[in-house]
């Protein structure tokens, strides 16, 4: 089973940077979807960026502009760069993968899809 870690969340102030990490335990060369969910307590989890490896690539519409997906497929990683930081991006974000881009873009209550525990990423003054 894939086991997913995020990493690089923390305290930032608006209009700052992050970068977060995930790294997979095991081969996860053969989920061509992968990408990027955040959850607020008490809200629904939102989706923020996905992509494939044909390079395909899907951001939500509130934050394109602000935040770029990547990720390396030979080493099982893949990032997430936030620029230009708002209070409102304050949330705990959760790395994904699964079979397929629409899969994962669509469908993220399948049960087909892997999750990572979370990182947490506070923006304030």
């Known amino acids: 089973q894939v086991q997913l870690v995020e990493s690089g969340g923390g305290l930032v102030q608006p209009g700052g940077a992050l970068r977060l990490s995930c790294a997979a335990s095991?081969?996860?060369?053969?989920?061509?979807?992968r990408g990027w969910s955040r959850q607020v307590p008490g809200k629904m989890r939102e989706r923020v960026a996905a992509?494939?490896?044909?390079?395909?690539?899907v951001i939500a519409d509130s934050l394109k502009g602000r935040f770029t997906v990547s990720g390396d497929y030979t080493e099982h990683t893949m990032y997430l760069q936030m620029n230009m930081l708002r209070p409102e991006d304050t949330a705990v974000y959760y790395c994904?993968?699964?079979?397929?881009?629409?899969?994962?873009?669509?469908?993220?209550?399948?049960?087909?899809?892997?999750w990572g525990p979370g990182t947490q990423v506070t923006v304030r003054s």
């Open positions: 994904v993968v699964g079979p397929t881009l629409s899969a994962l873009w669509y469908d993220q209550a399948s049960a087909l899809l892997s």
């Open positions: 095991v081969s996860i060369f053969s989920m061509n979807g």
């Open positions: 992509f494939a490896r044909d390079g395909t690539a």
